[in-house]
């Protein structure tokens, strides 16, 4: 029985209890508790039954936000998609990296954030080249990626993505895999520098893992030195 119950139920007893003993006594005073009794059963019956309204009604706000954060949907004239790679934009970045850490904490599952930083060769200058060297990277990211995964246009050379129950090693492979399959299709990249950090290895927060996998970016853009398909950097956690 739930508790919140109790209350009215042994107001309504105690009520009854009066009622037939002042019928048998002919007691006026009896009789008058036994209304007393009546009216806080009501009154118990009618708290909590607002109590689960309440109850319901948070709970349908809570699975509301839960599927807004499953799945994001950008502001009301915000862009969708990027006009060079058609890839989701920075914008959507954010929201659906939201959405997935909600999701994580709800499942207990990891989060690997992978960015990727593009490198030309030296000869693919003017931007329409650019343009098109980022288009068909696109497409092999379409071919390349999980349908779960999400592959978004975060930067001018940048391409961030967000891979469901992933763990940090294979956020690396990912990477890895990449790399291999730029390296035989899109001619004019150079490299492919990668940053990868996961939840919950490298934070609990969005902004937390999204920061240590730009720092993990940074340095493997540092550590370039011209040869091989480009460095893949793990986020670092501070002790």
Known sequence: MDSRALPGL????????????????????????????ALAAGGASLVMLQRVHNAEAQAAQASTLATELDHPEPEAGAPLLDADTGLPDARFFELAL????????????????????????????????????????ANLLRQTLREADIACRIGPATVGLVLEDTAEEGGVWTAQRLQIALAKDVTRVRRLAAGVASYPSHGLRTEEVLMRAEAALARACAAEAGHGLGEVEVAHVEL
């Open 10 to 37: 042994v107001a309504g007893l105690a009520g009854l209890t009066f009622g037939v003993t002042a019928a048998l006594l002919a007691s006026p005073a009896l009789a008058v508790a036994a209304a007393a009794c």
């Open 98 to 137: 939201e959405g997935r850490m909600a999701a994580a904490r709800r499942h207990l599952w990891p989060v690997t954030v992978v960015l990727l930083d593009v490198q030309f060769h030296e000869g693919a200058s003017d931007d329409q080249t650019r343009a098109d060297a980022l288009q068909s990277f």
